[in-house]
């Protein structure tokens, strides 16, 4: 005969077991109950980002959609809707997890939650690390990525919302190109600096008016024909002096503009972050709190 032990130990691993992935409403037992200013408290905090994450998904998707690149992932690295996309899907997820796991007080749901926001938690302070270790790669890797969306730009491979986001960090930034305003003329054919291209394109030799120093000037052609052809006649570069050039434009490069600016704002970024982080603590806590006191009671109910 079997032990009757065994047989009962058997029975409660499989109530332990389907009750963990059960979608019962709730466990109580007599004079116990799991805690309802946790549970909702939890629910609410990710009710907002399953929300948050899925309109960052739906912008995402129907930005992409726009494009109509869909059959091709050139360029996606630089892509905006690419970033919005992987941030959204990974904020609905947990948020999922999270919000159903509360609200039905499911402990496998809890659980993925807690860990998938512990491992973000580790990777944005892995991250975070990184980039202050390698600030000069951080300047390379952004460089590079500006690089590509300058040639890009107003391409037939360019993308709305890419060059929207290279003029907005012109302008937020002050800065024009990479490295220097003539990273437009080098990179982009629309302002290719050649005897030619200054002759018969309007914008050749120059750069698009968000590296303009008056944003707000109606001339839209401000920065065109900004810099002299390679010999050209003294005569006629003189009428592009350096001095008039660096007044109607930025001339720093958009690199070391935005790596300054953080350096500017390690305050306020570190105030930032430290936000985020207690947020997310917090919610791990309140998940395993929860899971806790759901096992409590499963325990005296299996009993």
């Known amino acids: 005969m079997g032990n009757p032990n065994e047989g009962k130990q058997h029975r409660s691993r499989s109530a332990t077991i389907k009750r963990a992935f059960s979608f019962k409403k709730s ?34 998707i129907y930005s992409r959609t726009l494009q109509n690149t869909w059959q091709t992932l050139s360029g996606w690295s630089t892509d905006p809707a690419i970033l919005l996309i992987a941030v959204g899907t990974i904020m609905f997820f947990v948020g999922f997890c999270g919000c159903i796991g509360a609200l039905r007080e499911n402990v496998i749901l809890l659980k993925i939650f807690g860990f998938s926001l512990g491992l973000i938690m580790v990777l944005e302070i892995a991250g975070g690390v990184a980039a202050f270790l390698l600030e000069d790669k951080v300047k390379d890797l952004t460089s590079e990525k500006m690089i590509d969306a300058i040639q890009m730009y107003h391409t037939t491979n360019s993308q709305t919302d890419l060059d929207d986001a290279t003029e907005a960090v012109q302008m937020r930034f002050q800065c024009c190109g990479a490295n220097g305003f003539r990273d437009w003329f080098n990179n982009n054919k629309y302002f290719n600096c050649t005897k030619e291209t200054f002759e018969k394109i309007l914008t050749g030799c120059g750069s698009p008016p968000s590296c303009c120093r008056n944003n707000s000037q109606t001339d839209a052609q401000c920065g065109y024909k900004i810099y002299p052809y390679p010999n050209m006649p003294k005569a006629e570069e003189a009428m592009w002096p350096i001095a008039q050039r660096e007044d109607i434009i930025y001339t720093t490069g958009c690199a070391s503009a935005v790596i300054q600016w953080v350096k500017d704002n390690y305050v306020l970024l570190g105030g930032v972050a430290a936000g985020i982080l207690a947020v997310q603590i917090i919610g791990i806590c309140l998940a395993i709190y929860m899971v806790d006191q759901i096992k409590y009671i499963m325990k005296f109910n299996i009993e």
Not at 42 to 58: D, E, T, Y
């Open 27 to 60: 466990y109580k037992i007599e004079g116990h109950d799991v805690s309802k200013c946790v549970k909702f408290s939890l629910f609410f905090f990710n009710l907002v980002f399953w929300l948050a994450g899925g309109a960052l998904l739906g912008v995402g």
